[in-house]
């Protein structure tokens, strides 16, 4: 079964920490992985994308990493501010049937940061 | 400047009630889709079109019909309205559907969504 799993579901930390959030997935075949930030009562933005031969791509403070053969994948985000607080996305697209590439969407980490 | 937008913003109904949301891009796009995403945040993808064509239709009740008059709109209209319906509609638009299933031109950009409330 197709699925995107992500952890922790919500997390807390105080301005200027580090943290990283994680994406487990089980898509087959697998095309490509995005990152997306969710800001409260908006739609999702794209943060980063990744291919199966990348291990890393960065977007300011936002550096994502993809490991293939695990089938796994982290947002790192570094000196948090409190604008970074929003649900964080991760999507797998599947190649489909139709080469349409449909995208798999994981339920979210919630981050808060507090001052 | 809005690129993709959609209205209303928020919808409230009563039950058996039909209404249509509305979504329009101003990227040049040529794929727009639906999504659905309910109160566990789970984001699901509804329909798909590209240049006015049904590209991509999930499982979902016939009670709701897309429709695409052209290539920069992706109406929703959802007839007899059920309490299950109660959710956050996004639309999004992407630059090219083809056989590339990779790069920056299946990229979705995502409008600020419907809240809809079926009471």
């Known amino acids: 079964k197709n699925q995107v799993e992500q952890s922790p579901q919500s997390l807390i930390i105080l301005e200027g920490k580090n943290c990283t959030l994680q994406?487990?997935?089980?898509?087959?075949?697998?095309?490509?992985l995005r990152w997306y930030k969710q800001d409260t009562g908006r739609g999702p933005v794209s943060l980063t994308i990744?291919?199966?031969?990348?291990n890393t791509k960065s977007n300011g403070r936002y550096t994502a990493t993809l490991d293939a053969d695990t089938k796994q994948s982290s947002l790192h985000i570094t000196a948090s501010q409190l604008s970074d607080s929003a649900s964080y996305i991760c999507?797998?697209?599947?190649?489909?049937?139709?080469?349409?590439?449909?995208?798999?969407f994981g339920q979210g980490t919630t981050l808060q940061v507090k001052p | 400047d809005t690129a993709v937008s959609q209205t209303p913003k928020y919808l409230v109904t009563q039950m058996g009630n039909d209404k249509s949301i509305k979504c329009e891009q101003n990227?040049?796009?040529?794929?727009m889709y639906w999504y659905k995403q309910d109160s566990k945040k789970f984001l699901k993808i509804m329909f798909s079109?590209?240049?006015?064509?049904?590209?991509i239709n999930e499982t979902v009740p016939n009670r709701f019909s897309p429709k695409s008059p052209d290539k920069a709109h992706l109406n929703l209209h959802i007839n007899s309205l059920e309490l299950g319906d109660s959710a956050v509609y996004f639309c999004?638009?992407?630059?090219?559907?083809?056989?590339?299933?990779?790069?920056?031109?299946?990229?979705?950009?995502f409008g600020p969504g419907t809240r809809l409330t079926v009471l």
């Open positions: 999004a638009s992407s630059l090219y559907r083809g056989p590339l299933s990779y790069s920056s031109y299946n990229e979705q950009f």
């Open positions: 079109y590209n240049n006015k064509e049904l590209i």
């Open positions: 999507v797998v697209t599947r190649e489909g049937l139709s080469n349409t590439g449909k995208l798999i």
């Open positions: 990744m291919t199966f031969s990348e």
């Open positions: 990227l040049g796009h040529d794929t």
């Open positions: 994406c487990n997935y089980t898509v087959s075949p697998f095309s490509n």
